[in-house]
């Protein structure tokens, strides 16, 4: 494998990312959103002083909670699928590439595009609060900004599997956003509603937690923003007393691993294809 092609072909792949429609929407919607929720939390503490950096964070959770995830997962199943539909993924692989470098050149142009977009999102919101005069450590935002590059690039490597094995760009797009809905939507409320209804022990739902990149971000971004995860009911005290000092590394670990074994299995499955 040579670093130069991954290098070379990982720019090719940010370029295009700047050119595709769905990129940009996702981007643009993310910086706007944070701006906004910026401007409403400053607007609503118009009579008391602008310390509104833990609303905003809040709210700026909560969106790319969201968006994030469906980034993630929608480009990543675009990326092999679409370029395999078109036939350009055969021009690629016929010229003296290694697979490995062609997978990676798309992974890592992704994942800097992706990072982009949440650090100009989080950038923007910040600038506004410190003009504004809201007194917080910008440590906790870079801390906030960091964590959801990982949830991007988790979601993204997910997508990347997903599109190893789409034969076309709709069925890896529809596939991408059922497992949104499922992380995002079906695992929050359908975990909520099954624990009240089985009495399911604070334990099994610190499993599912770990389980779901999408959680594992939820509950580091609260850890980070309010320094106690109360406000996650049994689950997350029960979280904070067992895993104590390594509860950050558990949850953190848990998003890379997410990324890896993505990653890797998306690897495999488009290295058979190459191979046949």
């Not at 503490?45 to 909670?65: C, D, E, S």
């Not at 590439?97 to 650090?119: C, H, M, Q, T």
């Not at 797009?173 to 509603?193: D, K, P, Y």
Request: net charge positive; aromatic share 8%.
């Amino acid at each position: 494998m040579r670093g130069s092609t991954v290098r070379l072909l990982a720019i090719k792949e940010v370029r295009d990312a700047l050119r595709n429609r769905w990129f940009l929407a996702y981007g643009v919607s993310l910086v706007v959103l944070s701006l906004a929720l910026a401007m409403f939390v400053l607007a609503s503490a118009a009579y008391g002083p602008a310390t509104g950096f833990g609303r905003t964070a809040a709210g700026i959770i909560n969106v790319m909670l969201l968006l994030v995830p469906l980034m993630g997962l929608t480009l990543g199943a675009l990326s092999l699928a679409s370029e395999r539909e078109r036939g350009s993924l055969d021009f690629w692989l016929s010229q003296p590439l290694d697979a490995i470098e062609v997978y990676l050149g798309k992974a890592l142009g992704l994942g800097l595009a992706l990072a982009a977009a949440v650090v100009a999102s989080f950038g923007a919101s910040g600038l506004l609060l410190g003009i504004a005069g809201s007194h917080r450590s910008p440590f906790t935002l870079l801390l906030l900004t960091g964590l959801t590059i990982l949830l991007g690039w988790a979601s993204l490597a997910i997508g990347l599997c997903v599109s190893a094995w789409a034969a076309r760009a709709t069925t890896a797009v529809s596939i991408a956003v059922a497992l949104w809905l499922v992380l995002v939507l079906v695992s929050s409320l359908g975990v909520m509603g099954t624990a009240l209804v089985v009495r399911l022990s604070p334990l099994w739902l610190l499993v599912t937690a770990l389980a779901n990149p999408v959680e594992s971000y939820r509950i580091m971004a609260l850890k980070f923003v309010s320094e106690s995860l109360e406000l996650l009911g049994p689950a997350g005290l029960y979280a904070q007393d067992t895993l104590g000092p390594y509860l950050t590394a558990t949850f953190l670990g848990s998003l890379l691993l997410w990324s890896c074994l993505g990653l890797g299995l998306g690897f495999l499955i488009f290295r058979k294809e190459v191979l046949r």
